[in-house]
């Protein structure tokens, strides 16, 4: 693993986010929701997360999710990811989602 410094840590924005949608990315080629997260001041941004493992959509409307808010938005097939929401990945490639563990404010600063 290769060390950064606190310089290089300052650079990625995570933000605090509460998903409003979320439909199967149909025309995905891994499994995948097409998401839709209110970021607060910054805006609704929308994100591909292969997260189907553990969620379903419907249990993901009104979640709080931690996200990078600063990498340029991706093409992913038809759809522009604008953001990368945040989990841990076991071996099978499912992912749990990091969260709050208290609901705060939208847009929030994570660091």
């Known amino acids: 693993m290769n060390s950064i410094s606190w310089a290089d840590f300052e650079k990625i924005d995570m933000r ?28 609704i941004k929308k994100s591909s997360a292969q997260i189907t493992k553990f969620y379903q959509p419907e249990n993901l409307i009104g979640k709080q999710i931690i996200a990078v808010v600063n990498f340029p938005p991706k093409q992913i097939g038809p759809f522009m990811s604008e953001c990368l929401v945040m989990g841990a990945v076991d071996d099978d490639s ?5 969260s709050t563990s208290l609901k705060c404010e939208n847009g929030l600063r994570v660091g």
Request: aromatic fraction near 10%.
């Open 16 to 43: 605090v986010g509460t998903i409003l949608h979320a439909e199967i990315f149909t025309e995905a080629k891994k499994p995948a929701y097409k998401l839709q997260i209110d970021f607060g001041p910054l805006g």
């Open 94 to 98: 499912g992912v749990t989602l990091l």
